[in-house]
Structure formats: structure tokens, C-alpha cells
């Protein structure tokens, strides 16, 4: 739970620099926001393992396709990165290319999640043609 508070409190001594840097030099700023970006997504994995390994047990428990759950992760690192890579074109100034970005990674989990709805229309078409 603290880390919470350290990625918070680097957050915004992060933001009083960049904004006190900005002035001088616009490129060091941007980089200064992507160096504390960084280090709070790798402090993020810490807590992403757990989550893993809840996933391994409900796929054993529930006798759920390790592929299907593979799917859900990539498209959630997939959202993530997209997200936190948009927000830095934003602060850079290309909200534009941001945004194209976000775009991108919502088809790319599209794509990603065409066997899952395979199986969902497979479903439905054993469920009605046994009716």
C-alpha cells in the first residue's frame, strides 16, 4: 500500500520539475516525464504477479483455456501501455498521435479477441441447435 504513496509523491515532485525545467529546456522535461512513467509502471509489475498467479488457478479451477485467459492479459497490457503511451504524446504536445495510438491498440484487441468470439458464436449455435 505505501507504494502507492511513493509512486504518488515521485509523481508529483516529477510534475514540479518538469514544470520548473519546461522553461529551459521543453525535451529534458518530456524526458523527465518518461523516466518517472517508467519507473511507476515497473513498480506496477510487483503487484501484477499475484493477479498472475489468481489467473493460473481460476484457468486449473475452472477448466478455462490457458490461451483464453492469455488473451485477456495481452489486451490488458495492450490497454495499459496504450494508455500511458498516449498520455505522454499528449504531454509532448501530439494529442493526435496519442490518440491514433489508443485507436490502434482498441483494433489490435479486437484482433486479439476474435478466437474468444469464435467460441462465443460456437457456443450460442449449440445452445439454440439444441433447443
Same mark, same amino acid.
Given at each position: 500500500?505505501?507504494?502507492?504513496?511513493?509512486?504518488?509523491?515521485?509523481? %508529483?515532485?516529477?510534475?514540479?520539475? $518538469?514544470?520548473?525545467? $519546461?522553461?529551459? /529546456?521543453?525535451?529534458?522535461?518530456?524526458?523527465?516525464?518518461?523516466?518517472?512513467?517508467?519507473?511507476?509502471?515497473?513498480?506496477m509489475l510487483t503487484y501484477l504477479r499475484p493477479s498472475l498467479d489468481f489467473f493460473h488457478k481460476l484457468s486449473i479451477i475452472g477448466n478455462i483455456n490457458q490461451d483464453m485467459l492469455n488473451i485477456l492479459l495481452k $489486451?490488458?497490457?495492450?490497454?495499459?501501455?496504450?494508455?500511458?503511451?498516449?498520455?505522454?504524446?499528449?504531454?509532448?504536445? /501530439?494529442?493526435?498521435?496519442?490518440?491514433?495510438?489508443?485507436?490502434?491498440?482498441?483494433?489490435?484487441?479486437?484482433?486479439?479477441? %476474435?478466437?474468444? %468470439? /469464435?467460441?462465443?458464436?460456437?457456443?450460442?449455435?449449440?445452445?439454440?441447435?439444441?433447443?
Amino acid at each position: 500500500m505505501e507504494i502507492i504513496f511513493k509512486a504518488a509523491a515521485c509523481a %508529483l515532485i516529477s510534475v514540479i520539475l $518538469s514544470m520548473v525545467i $519546461s522553461t529551459h /529546456n521543453k525535451e529534458m522535461s518530456l524526458l523527465l516525464t518518461a523516466a518517472v512513467c517508467c519507473m511507476i509502471a515497473i513498480a506496477m509489475l510487483t503487484y501484477l504477479r499475484p493477479s498472475l498467479d489468481f489467473f493460473h488457478k481460476l484457468s486449473i479451477i475452472g477448466n478455462i483455456n490457458q490461451d483464453m485467459l492469455n488473451i485477456l492479459l495481452k $489486451s490488458t497490457g495492450i490497454a495499459i501501455l496504450a494508455e500511458l503511451v498516449g498520455l505522454i504524446c499528449t504531454d509532448a504536445g /501530439n494529442s493526435t498521435l496519442g490518440k491514433v495510438l489508443q485507436l490502434l491498440a482498441a483494433v489490435v484487441i479486437l484482433w486479439l479477441s %476474435l478466437p474468444l %468470439l /469464435n467460441q462465443m458464436m460456437d457456443l450460442l449455435d449449440s445452445i439454440i441447435g439444441s433447443v
